[in-house]
C-alpha cells in the first residue's frame, strides 16, 4: 500500500505540505501548492489517481480531485538524494541564453479606451451592493426569527381581536 505525502511526512518530522515542499526540492514533483504533478523522477515512485464526486448539477458541488501514494523505496531514495544535495537539486534552472530565448513580454492594454479612467461605483450601486450582502447574511436567521417571534405574537393579537369582536357582537 502507498503512504500520502503526510505520512511520508511523519517519518521526516514534516508536515504534508512541508513534505510535498520537500519532494519538489528533490525533483520528484513540479508544479506549486495545490497544483502539483510528477516529474519524471517521481512517476518512478508514486501513483496517481483521479476522484470525481461526480452526482451532477452544478460544477463547484461536484469536486474532482488527484490523489498521490508514494511507495516504501521513496523513503530510502528521498534520505539517499538528501544525503548527495544537502541544498535541494543541482537544476538551477535554464541557461543563461536560453532565459533570453523566454522573456515575457510587457503587458499592453489595447482594448481602445485611451484614458486612465477607472470605473466608479454610483451610491446608487453601492446601497444595491450592501442590501444584497446584507440580504444574503441575514437569510439564514430571517425565518426562524418568524416562526419564533413574531409569528406568535401575531396569532396571539389576532385570537385577542377575535374574541373582542365577537363579544361585542354578541353584547349588541
Same mark, same amino acid.
Given at each position: 500500500m @502507498?503512504?500520502?505525502?503526510r505520512?511520508?511526512?511523519?517519518?521526516f518530522?514534516?508536515t504534508?505540505r512541508?513534505?510535498?515542499?520537500?519532494?519538489k526540492?528533490?525533483?520528484?514533483?513540479?508544479?506549486?501548492?495545490?497544483?502539483?504533478?510528477?516529474?519524471?523522477?517521481? !512517476?518512478?515512485?508514486? %501513483? $496517481?489517481?483521479?476522484?470525481?464526486r461526480?452526482?451532477g448539477?452544478?460544477a !463547484?458541488?461536484?469536486?474532482?480531485?488527484?490523489t498521490?501514494?508514494?511507495s516504501?523505496?521513496?523513503v530510502a531514495a528521498?534520505r *539517499? =538524494?538528501?544525503?548527495?544535495?544537502p541544498?535541494?537539486?543541482? =537544476?538551477? @534552472?535554464?541557461?543563461?541564453? $536560453?532565459?533570453a530565448?523566454?522573456?515575457?513580454?510587457p503587458?499592453v492594454?489595447?482594448? @481602445?479606451? @485611451?484614458?486612465?479612467d477607472d470605473?466608479?461605483?454610483?451610491w446608487?450601486?453601492?446601497?444595491?451592493?450592501?442590501?444584497?450582502v446584507v440580504?444574503?447574511?441575514v437569510?439564514?436567521h *430571517?425565518?426562524?426569527?418568524?416562526?419564533?417571534?413574531?409569528?406568535?405574537?401575531?396569532?396571539?393579537?389576532r =385570537?385577542?381581536?377575535? %374574541? !373582542?369582536?365577537?363579544?361585542?357582537?354578541t353584547?349588541?
Open positions: @502507498g503512504k500520502s505525502a505520512v511520508l511526512g511523519k517519518e518530522g514534516r504534508a512541508d513534505m510535498n515542499a520537500l519532494l526540492e528533490y525533483g520528484y514533483l513540479d508544479g506549486s501548492p495545490g497544483a502539483y504533478g510528477l516529474t519524471e523522477k517521481g !512517476q518512478q515512485y508514486a %501513483k $496517481e489517481q483521479y476522484h470525481s461526480g452526482t448539477g452544478y !463547484q458541488y461536484n469536486p474532482s480531485w488527484e498521490r501514494t508514494w516504501e523505496e521513496t528521498l *539517499a =538524494d538528501m544525503e548527495a544535495n541544498g535541494g537539486c543541482d =537544476d538551477a @534552472g535554464p541557461p543563461a541564453e $536560453e532565459d530565448l523566454f522573456e515575457p513580454e503587458i492594454d489595447h482594448s @481602445g479606451s @485611451g484614458g486612465d470605473p466608479q461605483l454610483s446608487k450601486e453601492l446601497a444595491i451592493g450592501g442590501a444584497v440580504a444574503i447574511l437569510a439564514p *430571517a425565518k426562524p426569527f418568524w416562526n419564533s417571534k413574531v409569528k406568535p405574537v401575531a396569532k396571539k393579537m =385570537d385577542k381581536l377575535t %374574541k !373582542q369582536e365577537s363579544t361585542e357582537a353584547e349588541s
